[in-house]
């Protein structure tokens, strides 16, 4: 028997107009590789490199989205949502990484957009969810400037073709984009550097810049740009100063490396010290800043967990991390309160503090959406996991609105269960559950209980 309350939605009110969305990213539910054009990004090449992916798998064909997309477009259209978050594939607009727009990536879009604004469903388009052309991997990838420079011109292009969305968010969870895959290499293009990371994480925030003021300068009325980040609070393990001071490192490294450029216009001041050897920042150059922290209208946050983390000793890495350089830091389990069916800590606390925090640390933080969180498990139709979750995360929002940060609104991930990354298919967060085999989409108990939720704050 499912406990009542867990059933039950947020029983705070939020803020009228408040946007209700689900989100997903291209290379996770497209499929269709190779249709019209297309061109290898660095996940389908990565994909391919043994153990890289649990299973072998990779994002063909993921949710056949590409195709299926009328259907999956009903599907928000019956949830009742506000909006829908989901990503362009950038090798589908330029195959090689530039030269001349493919206009069939691009009509693809096109259709997709008009549908969701024909169901009343605004888009909010993210222009990089990681899929990023192999062809500019082969000529140094995040490393380099040129790929921020070709970042700017595909993002120009998509802002040009595509009329009726409102948001626009340059880049997703840069973190991941630039440590997770250049020196942790879980994910594309799988790389374990540590000089290389540290210049592709500057380099992803120069695109954003000049992406920023490219679209600015052609903006219609009413359009928002916005940059998404992934967040997580670093929680001492102990008391102790040596863990106090090891959350401080995990905290540069995960959040204000790229919160403080981006808000406040200045790297922190403990970067050098933190990145020890590896700091030899040649990479950036006079004026970069101003571009990257030229102001946003949002700032999207994706929240799943906080991290925990303690005092290592340098030269001892800790295997968790897999990174290829040495902050002294290990992240830790604590005993205690539940894991999500991935084994991912649930801390909804986590999320209050994270927007207390942005709020309190950054005067004039721009309105935020909540672009991401949700709960990953096997797969079950009667989810009662990913409800709880949702509820819980929804009430740490609400809180965090009433304490006065201006939270604009929340994006469930996913829509649907999809590739998840080094995953592969087993690891399941959507409120729609899918047969890979026959491409069924069947709604679980939390899609009935987020429609619900959606209708009772109307
Ligand atoms: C985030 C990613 C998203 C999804 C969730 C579970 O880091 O942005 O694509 O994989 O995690």
Known sequence: MTAVDERSGPTRPFPPGFVWGVATSSYQIEGAVD????????WDAFSRVPGAVAAGESGDPACDHYRRWPQDVELMAGLGVDAYRFSVAWPRVFPDGGGR????????YRRLVDALNERGITPFVTLYHWDLPQALEERGGWRVRETAERFAEYA???HGALDGVPYWITLNEPYC???????EGRHAPGAREGHGALAAAH???VGHGLAVARMRATARPGERIGVTLNMSPAV?????AEDAAAARRMDLMVNRQFTDPLLGGAYPGDMAEVYGEISDFSFRRDGDLALVSAPLDFLGVNYYYPIHAAAAPYGQPDPALRSAFDIGVRTVAPDGPPVSGLGWRIEPRGLHD???GLAGRYPGLPPVFITENGYGDAGELDDTGRIAYLRDHLAAAAEAIGAGVDV???FCWSLLDNFEWARGYAARFGLVHVDYATQARTPKASYHWYRETIAGQR
């Open 35 to 42: 249709a019209d054009g297309r061109g290898p990004s660095i």
């Open 101 to 108: 727009a493919d206009r069939r990536g691009l009509d693809f």
């Open 156 to 158: 120009a292009t998509v």
């Open 177 to 183: 984009s630039s440590i997770t895959g250049y020196a």
């Open 203 to 205: 380099h992803l925030l």
């Open 236 to 240: 001492p393990a102990s008391p102790s």
């Open 354 to 356: 994270t927007l207390t």
């Open 408 to 410: 604009r609104g929340y």
